[in-house]
């Protein structure tokens, strides 16, 4: 497995990989998981908590096999007052946000024998990385 070092020598060479813009001013987090590695960044804007996620080829994935990216947004909800209003999480598919309890709820679906329909959503929810081979990096 490659070290995070081998896949991106700089935090901002990983941001410029993403299919979106990611702030320069978000926080970044580069993590080690079990057999793949994940970059994540954490920003807020308009009173949204953003973020990004990169991970390297996860290897007990059967459908996204490939490095990815996902872009979540949570709008914190209020639960007193006149102004009371429910917390939202959002995921970024094509160019919709859609509710995250039913991208989860659909990832659970697809889990057993997928229908191809399926397969092509939950790979609009995971689109590539601009580019997908790094130095160093064997997956």
């Known amino acids: 497995m490659s070290t995070f ?6 935090a901002s060479s990983s941001r410029n990989l993403a ?3 990611i702030p320069r001013y978000a926080a970044v987090q580069r993590q080690t998981k079990n057999g793949y590695v994940q970059v994540k960044y954490t920003w807020v ?3 949204w908590h953003y973020e ?3 991970h390297s080829r ?8 490939y490095p990815s990216w996902q872009l979540n947004r ?8 006149k102004d009371a209003a429910p917390r939202m999480a959002q995921t970024l598919v094509g160019d919709q946000w ?3 309890s039913r991208i989860r709820y659909l990832i659970q679906q697809a889990a057993n ?3 191809p329909a399926a397969q092509s959503f939950l790979r609009a929810v995971h689109p590539p990385a601009v580019v997908t081979y790094f130095p160093g990096n064997n997956h």
């Open 5 to 10: 070092k081998n896949v991106f020598g700089a």
């Open 19 to 21: 299919p979106w813009p």
């Open 45 to 47: 804007a308009a009173d």
């Open 52 to 54: 990004a996620r990169w």
């Open 58 to 65: 996860v290897p007990t994935a059967q459908i996204i096999t």
């Open 74 to 81: 949570v709008h914190p909800g209020k639960g007193y007052g």
């Open 98 to 100: 859609i509710a995250t």
């Open 113 to 115: 024998n997928p229908t």
